[in-house]
């Protein structure tokens, strides 16, 4: 692997990850059309570590809160009256889906649907679903965020696991549907993020430790560096656009790459 594949790969994976605009549809995408060879599970680690851990920065203070809330609730046996707690719980709860659909689908997810085919129409056909639910986004931040909407995001969320998906328009679009505003929906997206990010980091931990492979340490750095800084600042700029502007120019990009990728089937 060269130092030209890391440094794309790596600003593909930190610019897209928590874009609306699937950020494994061009992991596999770019490979494809550049004929490189498979970067390799290290470096897969290395790039998803990178981009969970600038999310993970980039809301500390929420996490923070989010932290203490559920200690609380574990101390007090309740979340009663304490919304930080009841947050967390929210949280850790609408994960479930998505990792039990992760654990049952591993093999298709890994096999056949990553295809071209697949990602083209996800692509489309999520992008204009986010369209939809955009026309009239909610006034619900976060903050007042319900049971019933959280719920309904995390088994969203599971759907993400199909390439070309994307996992943050997913879940912004089911947020969105639920009543949040933009800005509520990436927040709670971003959040979830933090868990998802952590299981799926665990699970490709697990696979490294039996690899055989020797890690090219300087690439693997060198790409650690630049998914985590694009992530970072590609987190803080998407939520200063949303602020002001609609999901209309994410899905106008995610509808022209659907059709680039099925006229190259």
């Not at 494809?32 to 498979?38: E, L, N, V």
């Not at 759907?159 to 639920?178: C, D, K, Q, V, Y």
């Not at 505003?181 to 990010?197: H, I, N, Q, Y």
Request: aromatic fraction near 10%; hydrophobic fraction near 55%.
């Amino acid at each position: 692997m060269g130092v030209l594949q890391v440094v794309v790969l790596a600003l593909v994976q930190g610019v897209t990850e928590f874009l609306p605009i699937s950020s494994s549809a061009h992991l596999i995408l770019v490979p494809f059309i550049a004929d490189w060879p498979d970067q390799g599970l290290a470096f897969d680690v290395a790039l998803n570590t990178a981009t969970w851990l600038a999310v993970l920065i980039y809301f500390r203070s929420d996490i923070n809160s989010l932290v203490k809330g559920f200690f609380r609730s574990l101390a007090r046996r309740s979340c009663s009256g304490d919304p930080d707690a009841a947050h967390a719980w929210m949280l850790i709860v609408a994960t479930i889906p998505v990792a039990v659909a992760g654990l049952i689908a591993h093999d298709l997810i890994a096999g056949s649907l990553r295809s071209l085919t697949v990602i083209g129409v996800s692509s489309i056909l999520w992008g204009l679903l986010l369209y939809i639910s955009d026309r009239k986004p909610g006034t619900k931040e976060f903050k007042g965020v319900s049971w019933r909407t959280v719920l309904a995001v995390g088994c969203a969320q599971a759907l993400a696991l199909i390439p070309g998906t994307s996992r943050s328009g997913i879940t912004i679009t089911a947020g969105l549907f639920m009543g949040l505003s933009r800005t509520g929906a990436a927040r709670l997206s971003f959040l979830l993020a933090v868990l998802v990010g952590a299981l799926a980091g665990a699970s490709e931990g697990v696979g490294l430790v039996g690899s055989e492979v020797e890690p090219q340490w300087g690439l693997l750095l060198l790409g650690f560096i630049i998914a985590f800084f694009s992530a970072y600042f590609s987190i803080h700029f998407f939520l200063r656009l949303i602020s002001s502007f609609s999901m209309t120019p994410f899905v106008v990009y995610r509808v022209l790459l659907g059709i680039i990728l099925l006229s190259m089937v």
